[in-house]
C-alpha cells in the first residue's frame, strides 16, 4: 500500500504507464445456431513506458507544474504482437438469463475458447511489478476505484430500499391477487396495489427479496406437489430436509452452508432452491486456451553484471478448465466435482540468449550455441508423451461443515535437466526478483472489509477450522527424466554425469494437519556420459548424449520413503500443541563405485557448483551487501527500542492503578512485590526462596525510589523510569556515556557526555552468591541479648535468651517471615523455608543453630505423632548454599521489559498465534546392502577395495520448536536440593540417533586376482545425542543463558579380526599411489601423455630416420589415422570437412612450411581441455617391448570368425598389427554398433599372435595383475619331436603383460618377454655354462633344469657376476 501511496504523490508526468494495444480487433458471432461471440485481436501487445526526466529551459521561473502534453517516455515491450481468437459460448442463454427468466438455467454451459499464436513474455521484475502495480488498484478492496463502486452501490441500494410498509403492502397485495388472505396484521384500509405499481416496487429489488416476500404472503397456501421430482431431488442432493411437527431441533440459518439444512417449511426450501438454481455460477463454466507456443524471456539483471538472459520455450500449451455447482450434482452420499483442470505441455526447451554473455565463459556446442538449461529427450515417436501434464480436482462431500478435498496428478517426462550453474544462478535471481511482486499484505482491515464485501459471517482462517475441513491428494509421476551434472562448466565435452529417473511416483493425502507422504522411485543411476558431437535442434529441442560402458557410479535399487503427520491437541486448548512427524526411509541396495574417474568427476562437479554458493563475490556487490545488511540491522535496532519503549509503558500503566501518570509509594511495594511473587503458589519449587522478607522489601523499594526519584518528589513518571532504562540497556555510565548502538544514538535522547550530574549514583545494593556470607549479628543481638563475635559460632541455648523471651520473638519472626508453623511447614519445600530463614536472621551459623534446636525438633516430633518417618527435617544447605535470590527488582523489571517486548515482536512477525507449537520428527532409515568400491570403472575389473554394510538401520528423533530450533529444556544439573523435582528429558522425545550396522571390508590379491578378506563381517551399534539446556538469567539482560552437549557412544560387542597379509599392504600402496592421482590436474597430464605417445607411435612410423617433419598432408593423414582409433567417439557425427578442420586446428599456429612433432604436441596440449574424463575407457593401449611384431584384437573378432568358419590366416588379416617398440589403442567394443541410452558391454579379453608361435587366446585385460604365459613354437617336425628344445639364453620364452596401473579407467598394458636386460651402452651376454654353485637353485627332481624367478633370477645373475 506504500507503494501507491508514493504513485498517488506523484504528478501525471512522473508515472509509469501501462499500455495494451491491439493493430485489428474484430467482434463477429458464428453462423450456426449457438451464436457463439468471436473476438480476432491482430498484433495484440501490452508494455510498459518510464517518463523521461525533461529538462528545464534557462532562465525559466515557473512555480514547478510541468505540462503532461509533452511527457515523453521510454517503452518497454512486455508481450511481442501476437493474434488471439477469443470464443465466448453460450451467448443466448445468458441474454434469456439476463433479461427474463430460463428454467434451465443449471443445466447451460458458458464458455471462452482462447486461441493464441506464439507469444513472447519478457520476465522484467520492474516492468511486471509495474503492471501489477496498476492491476492491484483494479483489485484491491482498498483502492478508490474499489470504495468508490462500493459507495455507488451503496447509495443505488438506499435510494431503492424499501420500508417495512411498503413490503408489507407488497405481500398483502400479492395475496390479494392470487386470493389469499395475508395472516399478518397489516391495516385493513390499506388500498391494494395494482399490478404496474407491484412491478415498480420489485425494480427496486433483487430476485431473492423478491422470492422471499411471495413465500411469506403466501406461506402455507403454496402447496408443493408431491410429484415434482425437481424439488424432490434438491433435497436429496443437498441431504436437507424439512422440520417435522414435534420435533424441537430447530431450522438452520442462512448462514451455514447448503448442505444437510434443517429447513422450517417446504417454502423456505422451495426459495433456496429457487435461489441456488438462479445463480450467476449455478450454469457449466468451460474455459479453454491453447497456446502453439509460449516464449517465456528472462532478460539480464540490470543489477549484476554477471547476469545472462536466457529464454523458456513451451511449446504446445493447451488448458482445460470447468466448474460446476455441486449442490445439483447426482450423486447423494459421494464426493462431488465441481472444479477440474488439465493442463499439458508437448515440449519445453531452457535456451541460453545469443546477447548478453559474450564476457561470461560458458560452454558451447560446436555450432557455438550456448549450452542451455532444459531439452528434450530423443525418444521414439510412437512413444512420445507430454513433458507435463497436470490434472487438477476439487470434490466437495456435503455435509454440514463441507469437506473439500484436492486432488492433483503431476506427470513430468521426457525432459534432460542441464545443471549449468551460471545461467541458472542467473535466472534464478530474476525469477525471484519476479515473485516478490508488490501485492500488499492482508490486514485486518482489508479482511474485514472484504467479508463485508463478500458476506462471509466468519472467517475460518481466525479459528484455524478451515484447515481442519481440506483433504488433499497429491499423485505426481516423474518418468524419463534426465539430469546432466556439467563436470566443467565451461566444457560440456568434458564429460557429464548422467542422474536418470525411470519412473518416481509421488503420493501424498492429507486431512487437514495430518497426512502421509509417499515416494517409490525405481531404481535410481548416476552414470558417466558424453554430449554426442551432434548440435541440439533447437527449434524441436533435442539434446543427444551417449552413455559410457562403465560401472555406475551410484545405484539406489528399492528405494522407499514414508511419511506420517498425525497432530496432538489438548482439550482445553484448540491450539495445537505438536505435531508428529515419523519418517520412514527404505532401500534393498545402495552401492557407490569410487573410481578415479567418478571421483574426478565429482570433483569437477563441486568446483562447477561453487560458483552457487559464491554468487556475488564482487567488491561492488559486497559494498551494496554490507549497506543492506547494516541498514537492516539499524532498522531492527530502532524497531526493538521502540517495542521495549511500549512494552515499559504499558508495563508502566499496568502499575499506575490510580492513572495518575507517577508511581507512588503504595504502587511500588506493589509492583516489587509481583516481580519477586512470580510463581509462588508453586510449593515444591524454589521460587519460595525468591518472596522478599520484609527489610527486603523496604531497601528494594527504597533503592528503586532513589534511582528513579533521585530529588524524592514522590512523583515518579514515565519519561524518568524510560530514561533509566534506556541507561541501563545501553550500558551508560560515568565511564561509557556514548551508546554503542546507533539506533540509540539516533533516538533524540540526552546528550549524556555533556551532563553535570552523576548517571549512576555511585552505588548499588549488594546480592550475595553463597549464603553463608551471611554474618551479620544484629538480629542475633536482637533476638537473643547476647554481644558474640561475628565470627564465633557457639550461640547460648534458647532457653536464656532475652531471659525465656527470645523464643518467642524467633517463632514471631518465623511465622510472619516464612509462613510457617513450628509443627508445619505448611506445604513448602524445606529448602525453600530454611534459605528464607537465613535471609531475614542475616546470620547464616545462627540460623542453622536456630533450625537444629528449635525448628528441627518441633517437626520431628509432629511427624512422629502422625506416624509419617520418611519427613526430611534435617538442615540440607549444607551441600547446596547458592542463593537464588541474586537480582534486584530494577533487573527484573528489565528482564519484564525485554520479554513483554519479545512477545510483541513475535506477535507482530507471525500475525496470528502459531498453531503448531513444537514438532516431534522421527527418521528411520533401514538399507539392507550398502556397498563401497574403489577400483577401475569397467566392467569386467574387480575391485581394489570392497567395503560392504549388512542390515544397516538408523533411526533418530529430534524436538523441533514452531521456529524450527532445537526445544530446550531447563538446566537443573546444579539443583540438587529440590526433591523428586528434577527434569529429566526422556529419550524418546529427545534429539538423538541410534545407529546399528554389519561390517565387512575385502581387498583384491593382485597376484592371484581375487577378492580376500582383509575384516571379517563385524557388527556395531551406538547412539548420538543433542541437548540444549537452559538456565534462568535474573541479573543478564539479553535473556536466557543456553548450553548444549553433545554425546558419542559405540558399542563393540566382540574383538575385531584384521587379515593384514602381504597382498594387502602391496594393495595399498597401488590404491594410495590411485587416489593421490584422483584430481582433476593430474587426470588431465595422464590423459595428454597418453595421447602424445599414441600420436608419436604413428607419427614414428610415418617418418625416415633423417627427420622428424612432415608435411601438412601426411601431418593431417598421421592424425586422421589416429582419430580413428583413439579419437573415434569425441570426432563422431562431424562431416568429413569439420573434422579434417579441427584436426588442423593442432598445428594451426604454423603457417606455412613443414610440420614437426613438436608442433603437434603442442596443439594436443591446447586441446586438452576440450577431451571428455571418460574417452580412455574404451580403448587399451599395448606396448609391444616383446622384440617382434603382435597381431593383437579383441576375442569378440576371434569367436566371431570362427563362427562363420573363417581361417586363421583370413582373421589375421583383421588383426591389429603392433610393430616392435610401437603404442597402439585397441578398441574394446564394436563402435559402430551401440545404442546411446544402453551403451555396449566392453569386451575384457584379447588374443595375441606372435609370428613363429601358437596364438594366445582369451586373455584377461586386468589394470592390476601381471600375468605370463608361454610361447609355444608352430609347425614343429617328427624328427625334433623327441628331442629338448631350449632358448639359446636357457629360458623357456616366456610373454609378460605388465600393466601400468597410474590411471585405472585408461588401461596401459606391456607386453614383453620374461626376461629384460637394459644397458646403457652395447654389451653381449652369453651363458656357457651355470655354475655349481647354482644347484641349490635346481628344480625338486630334475638334474638341469633351474628355477629362476623373478626372486632368484638377481642373485643367481649377481653371483655370476661375481665369477
Known amino acids: 500500500r506504500e507503494a501507491n501511496l508514493q504513485l498517488a504523490k506523484l504528478p501525471r508526468n512522473k508515472r509509469a504507464l501501462t499500455s495494451v494495444g491491439a493493430d485489428l480487433i474484430s467482434i463477429s458471432f458464428t453462423a450456426d445456431t449457438r451464436c457463439n461471440l468471436l473476438f480476432y485481436f491482430v498484433g495484440l501487445s501490452g508494455k510498459v513506458g518510464n517518463p523521461r526526466p525533461r529538462k528545464r529551459k534557462v532562465g525559466s521561473f515557473t512555480s514547478g507544474v510541468e505540462d503532461d502534453a509533452g511527457t515523453q517516455y521510454d517503452w518497454r515491450t512486455i508481450t511481442h504482437p501476437f493474434q488471439v481468437v477469443l470464443e465466448v459460448v453460450g451467448v443466448i442463454p445468458f441474454v434469456i438469463w439476463a433479461l427474463n427468466y430460463d428454467h434451465y438455467w443449471r443445466t447451460r454451459t458458458i464458455g471462452l475458447n482462447i486461441t493464441t499464436s506464439q507469444v513472447k513474455v519478457a520476465l522484467e521484475p520492474n516492468d511486471l511489478h509495474t503492471v501489477f502495480l496498476h492491476f492491484d488498484d483494479f483489485t484491491d478492496p482498498k483502492s478508490p476505484l474499489t470504495e468508490w463502486f462500493c459507495w455507488l452501490q451503496k447509495r443505488h441500494l438506499e435510494k431503492l430500499q424499501l420500508s417495512d410498509y411498503q413490503k408489507s403492502l407488497y405481500c398483502e397485495s400479492y395475496a390479494r391477487s392470487k386470493g389469499v388472505k395475508y395472516e399478518e396484521n397489516f391495516n385493513e384500509g390499506a388500498h391494494k396495489l395494482t399490478l404496474s405499481q407491484m412491478r415498480d416496487l420489485e425494480k427496486k429489488m433483487t430476485r431473492q427479496d423478491i422470492i422471499f416476500l411471495r413465500c411469506k404472503a403466501m406461506k402455507k397456501r403454496w402447496r408443493i406437489p408431491k410429484e415434482n421430482q425437481e424439488f424432490v431431488d434438491f433435497l436429496g442432493?443437498?441431504?436437507?430436509?424439512?422440520?417435522?411437527?414435534?420435533?424441537?431441533?430447530?431450522?438452520?440459518?442462512?448462514?451455514?452452508?447448503?448442505?444437510?439444512?434443517?429447513?422450517?417449511?417446504?417454502?423456505?426450501?422451495?426459495?433456496?432452491?429457487?435461489?441456488?438454481?438462479?445463480?450467476?455460477?449455478?450454469?457449466?463454466?468451460?474455459?479453454?486456451?491453447?497456446?502453439?507456443?509460449?516464449?517465456?524471456?528472462?532478460?539480464?539483471?540490470?543489477?549484476?553484471?554477471?547476469?545472462?538472459?536466457?529464454?523458456?520455450?513451451?511449446?504446445?500449451?493447451?488448458?482445460?478448465?470447468?466448474?460446476?455447482?455441486?449442490?445439483?450434482?447426482?450423486?447423494?452420499?459421494?464426493?462431488?466435482?465441481?472444479?477440474?483442470?488439465?493442463?499439458?505441455?508437448?515440449?519445453?526447451?531452457?535456451?541460453?540468449?545469443?546477447?548478453?554473455?559474450?564476457?561470461?565463459?560458458?560452454?558451447?556446442?560446436?555450432?557455438?550455441?550456448?549450452?542451455?538449461?532444459?531439452?528434450?529427450?530423443?525418444?521414439?515417436?510412437?512413444?512420445?508423451?507430454?513433458?507435463?501434464?497436470?490434472?487438477?480436482?476439487?470434490?466437495?462431500?456435503?455435509?454440514?461443515?463441507?469437506?473439500?478435498?484436492?486432488?492433483?496428478?503431476?506427470?513430468?517426462?521426457?525432459?534432460?535437466?542441464?545443471?549449468?550453474?551460471?545461467?541458472?544462478?542467473?535466472?534464478?535471481?530474476?525469477l525471484l526478483a519476479l515473485f516478490g511482486l508488490p501485492f500488499r499484505p492482508v490486514t485486518e482491515t482489508t479482511r474485514n472489509l472484504a467479508r463485508k464485501m463478500s458476506n462471509v459471517v466468519e472467517d475460518a482462517s481466525e479459528t484455524n477450522d478451515y484447515i481442519t475441513h481440506i483433504r488433499t491428494d497429491i499423485q505426481i509421476r516423474i518418468n524419463d527424466v534426465s539430469v546432466l551434472f556439467m563436470i566443467d562448466r565451461e566444457q560440456i565435452y568434458r564429460g557429464v554425469l548422467h542422474f536418470s529417473i525411470s519412473e518416481v511416483g509421488i503420493n501424498c493425502r492429507t486431512d487437514g494437519l495430518s497426512g502421509k507422504l509417499s515416494i517409490l522411485p525405481q531404481t535410481l543411476e548416476l552414470c558417466a556420459a558424453q554430449v554426442s558431437s551432434h548440435q541440439p535442434n533447437l527449434r524441436d529441442g533435442i539434446l543427444l548424449w551417449k552413455l559410457m560402458p562403465l560401472k555406475p557410479i551410484l545405484t539406489i535399487d528399492g528405494a522407499r520413503i514414508d511419511a506420517i503427520a498425525v497432530p496432538e491437541t489438548e482439550s482445553s486448548e484448540p491450539i495445537m500443541k505438536r505435531l508428529q512427524i515419523d519418517t520412514k526411509i527404505g532401500a534393498e541396495s545402495f552401492a557407490f563405485n569410487a573410481s578415479p574417474s567418478a571421483v574426478v568427476a565429482l570433483i569437477g562437479i563441486a568446483n562447477s557448483l561453487e560458483v552457487l554458493r559464491r554468487s556475488n563475490n564482487s567488491d561492488a556487490e559486497e559494498t551494496v551487501r554490507a549497506q543492506l545488511e547494516r541498514r537492516k540491522s539499524y532498522e531492527e535496532e530502532r524497531n526493538l527500542i521502540q517495542y521495549r519503549r511500549d512494552a515499559l509503558f504499558r508495563i508502566f500503566n499496568s502499575i499506575d492503578a490510580d492513572e495518575s501518570g507517577t508511581l507512588q509509594r503504595d504502587e511500588l511495594d506493589q509492583a516489587v512485590l509481583a516481580l519477586f511473587e512470580d510463581n509462588s503458589n508453586d510449593c515444591s519449587s524454589e521460587q519460595r526462596a525468591l518472596t522478599l522478607t520484609t527489610d527486603e522489601l523496604r531497601r528494594e523499594t527504597d533503592f528503586l525510589r532513589s534511582?528513579?526519584?533521585?530529588?524524592?518528589?514522590?512523583?515518579?513518571?514515565?519519561?524518568?523510569?524510560?530514561?533509566?532504562?534506556?541507561?541501563?540497556?545501553?550500558?551508560?555510565?560515568?565511564?561509557?556515556?556514548?551508546?554503542?548502538?546507533?539506533?540509540?544514538?539516533?533516538?533524540?535522547?540526552?546528550?549524556?557526555?555533556?551532563?553535570?550530574?552523576?548517571?549512576?549514583?555511585?552505588?548499588?545494593?549488594?546480592?550475595?552468591?553463597?549464603?553463608?556470607?551471611?554474618?551479620?549479628?544484629?538480629?542475633?543481638?536482637?533476638?537473643?541479648?547476647?554481644?558474640?563475635?561475628?565470627?564465633?559460632?557457639?550461640?547460648?541455648?534458647?532457653?536464656?535468651?532475652?531471659?525465656?523471651?527470645?523464643?518467642?520473638?524467633?517463632?514471631?519472626?518465623?511465622?510472619?517471615?516464612?509462613?510457617?508453623?513450628?509443627?508445619?511447614?505448611?506445604?513448602?519445600?524445606?529448602?525453600?523455608?530454611?534459605?528464607?530463614?537465613?535471609?531475614?536472621?542475616?546470620?547464616?551459623?545462627?540460623?542453622?543453630?536456630?533450625?537444629?534446636?528449635?525448628v528441627e525438633p518441633q517437626l520431628r516430633a509432629a511427624s512422629s505423632e502422625s506416624g509419617r518417618f520418611d519427613v526430611v527435617t534435617c538442615w540440607v544447605l549444607d551441600e547446596d548454599s547458592r542463593c537464588i535470590n541474586n537480582s534486584g527488582a530494577i533487573d527484573r523489571l528489565l528482564q519484564q521489559v525485554y520479554n513483554v517486548s519479545n512477545e510483541s515482536r513475535a506477535k507482530q512477525a507471525t500475525g496470528i498465534k502459531p498453531m503448531i507449537g513444537q514438532y516431534n520428527v522421527s527418521v528411520s532409515a533401514v538399507v539392507d546392502r550398502a556397498m563401497l568400491t574403489f577400483g577401475s570403472a569397467h566392467t569386467f575389473t574387480k575391485p581394489l577395495l570392497y567395503v560392504e554394510f549388512f542390515l544397516v538401520s538408523m533411526s533418530s528423533s529430534a524436538r523441533l520448536s514452531h521456529g524450527f530450533e532445537f526445544v530446550s529444556e531447563r538446566d537443573n544439573s546444579g539443583d540438587q536440593s529440590s526433591l523428586g523435582s528434577d527434569l529429566q528429558l526422556d529419550e524418546r522425545e529427545g534429539n538423538f540417533i541410534h545407529f546399528r550396522s554389519t561390517l565387512q571390508v575385502n581387498y583384491l590379491n593382485r597376484k592371484h586376482d581375487h577378492m580376500e578378506c582383509l575384516l571379517e563381517p563385524y557388527p556395531c551399534f551406538g547412539n548420538m545425542s543433542y541437548k540444549v539446556f537452559f538456565q534462568d538469567s535474573n541479573s543478564n539482560f539479553e535473556g536466557d543463558h543456553k548450553t548444549s552437549s553433545f554425546s558419542v557412544n559405540v558399542d563393540c560387542p566382540r574383538f575385531l579380526h584384521c587379515n593384514a597379509l602381504p597382498a594387502f599392504f602391496e594393495t595399498a600402496s597401488v590404491l594410495s599411489k590411485v587416489i593421490s592421482q584422483s584430481d582433476p590436474e593430474s587426470y588431465r597430464k595422464i590423459m595428454i601423455s597418453r595421447d602424445i605417445a599414441f600420436v608419436r607411435n604413428i607419427w614414428n612410423a610415418s617418418i625416415d630416420d633423417t627427420s622428424d617433419l612432415l608435411s601438412r598432408r601426411e601431418a593431417l593423414s598421421v592424425l586422421r589415422s589416429a582419430a580413428a582409433i583413439h579419437w573415434k567417439g569425441e570426432l563422431e557425427g562431424l562431416q568429413g570437412e569439420e573434422r579434417d578442420k579441427r584436426l588442423e586446428s593442432l598445428f594451426s599456429d604454423v603457417n606455412e612450411g613443414p610440420i614437426s612433432f613438436l608442433d603437434v604436441k603442442r596443439g594436443l596440449r591446447k586441446s586438452s581441455s576440450t577431451r571428455c574424463y571418460f574417452s580412455g575407457c574404451e580403448t587399451v593401449q599395448l606396448k609391444n617391448s616383446v622384440g617382434r611384431d603382435l597381431n593383437v584384437a579383441t576375442k569378440d573378432v576371434l569367436d566371431v570368425g570362427r563362427a562363420q568358419g573363417i581361417s586363421l590366416q583370413t582373421m589375421l588379416a583383421s588383426f591389429q598389427n603392433i610393430g616392435t617398440g610401437s603404442i597402439s589403442a585397441i578398441p574394446l567394443k564394436e563402435i559402430n554398433d551401440y545404442d546411446d541410452s544402453h551403451p555396449h558391454k566392453l569386451i575384457g579379453r584379447i588374443s595375441l599372435y606372435c609370428d613363429g608361435y601358437k596364438m594366445i587366446d582369451d586373455i584377461g585385460m586386468s589394470p592390476y595383475q601381471p600375468l605370463m604365459f608361454p610361447l609355444v613354437r608352430r609347425g614343429k617336425t617328427n624328427r625334433h619331436a623327441g628331442k629338448r628344445t631350449k632358448n639359446a639364453s636357457g629360458f623357456a620364452p616366456f610373454l609378460t603383460v605388465v600393466p601400468n596401473s597410474a590411471s585405472l579407467d585408461s588401461i596401459t598394458l606391456e607386453l614383453r618377454s620374461c626376461v629384460t636386460i637394459i644397458t646403457e651402452i652395447p654389451i653381449k651376454i652369453r651363458i656357457v655354462r651355470l655354475s655349481r654353485k647354482l644347484g641349490y637353485l635346481r628344480k625338486r627332481g630334475t638334474k638341469s633344469q633351474i628355477d629362476l624367478l623373478k626372486k632368484n633370477l638377481g642373485p643367481a645373475l649377481k653371483r655370476l657376476a661375481h665369477g
Open 707 to 854: 534511582v528513579i526519584d533521585p530529588k524524592s518528589s514522590n512523583a515518579a513518571n514515565f519519561e524518568a523510569i524510560d530514561s533509566l532504562f534506556f541507561r541501563m540497556a545501553n550500558k551508560i555510565d560515568d565511564n561509557n556515556l556514548i551508546p554503542q548502538s546507533l539506533a540509540a544514538r539516533n533516538t533524540g535522547r540526552l546528550d549524556y557526555s555533556k551532563s553535570k550530574e552523576f548517571l549512576s549514583n555511585l552505588r548499588s545494593l549488594v546480592y550475595f552468591d553463597d549464603l553463608r556470607e551471611n554474618a551479620a549479628m544484629h538480629e542475633v543481638y536482637r533476638i537473643t541479648g547476647c554481644v558474640l563475635d561475628n565470627r564465633a559460632n557457639n550461640f547460648p541455648v534458647p532457653s536464656l535468651w532475652r531471659y525465656g523471651q527470645g523464643i518467642d520473638l524467633f517463632w514471631d519472626l518465623y511465622s510472619r517471615e516464612t509462613g510457617c508453623t513450628p509443627v508445619s511447614l505448611n506445604g513448602q519445600s524445606i529448602t525453600s523455608v530454611q534459605r528464607k530463614l537465613v535471609r531475614f536472621l542475616y546470620n547464616y551459623n545462627f540460623a542453622k543453630f536456630c533450625w537444629k534446636s528449635l
Open 237 to 430: 442432493t443437498s441431504r436437507s430436509s424439512i422440520v417435522e411437527e414435534g420435533n424441537n431441533r430447530l431450522p438452520s440459518s442462512d448462514s451455514i452452508p447448503l448442505y444437510q439444512r434443517q429447513y422450517s417449511s417446504p417454502l423456505e426450501a422451495l426459495t433456496c432452491l429457487v435461489r441456488e438454481s438462479n445463480s450467476f455460477l449455478s450454469p457449466i463454466i468451460a474455459v479453454n486456451f491453447y497456446i502453439s507456443s509460449l516464449d517465456l524471456i528472462i532478460p539480464n539483471d540490470e543489477c549484476s553484471t554477471k547476469s545472462i538472459p536466457s529464454i523458456i520455450s513451451v511449446m504446445a500449451v493447451s488448458s482445460e478448465f470447468k466448474a460446476s455447482n455441486p449442490l445439483f450434482s447426482d450423486k447423494y452420499d459421494l464426493p462431488r466435482e465441481y472444479i477440474t483442470m488439465n493442463f499439458s505441455v508437448c515440449g519445453l526447451v531452457w535456451n541460453i540468449g545469443d546477447n548478453g554473455a559474450e564476457d561470461i565463459e560458458l560452454s558451447r556446442f560446436r555450432n557455438g550455441s550456448f549450452v542451455g538449461l532444459a531439452y528434450m529427450c530423443d525418444c521414439d515417436e510412437s512413444t512420445v508423451n507430454d513433458v507435463v501434464t497436470l490434472d487438477f480436482r476439487t470434490t466437495l462431500y456435503p455435509s454440514q461443515d463441507p469437506v473439500q478435498t484436492f486432488s492433483v496428478n503431476l506427470e513430468f517426462c521426457n525432459v534432460a535437466l542441464i545443471l549449468n550453474p551460471l545461467p541458472l544462478l542467473s535466472s534464478l535471481n530474476v
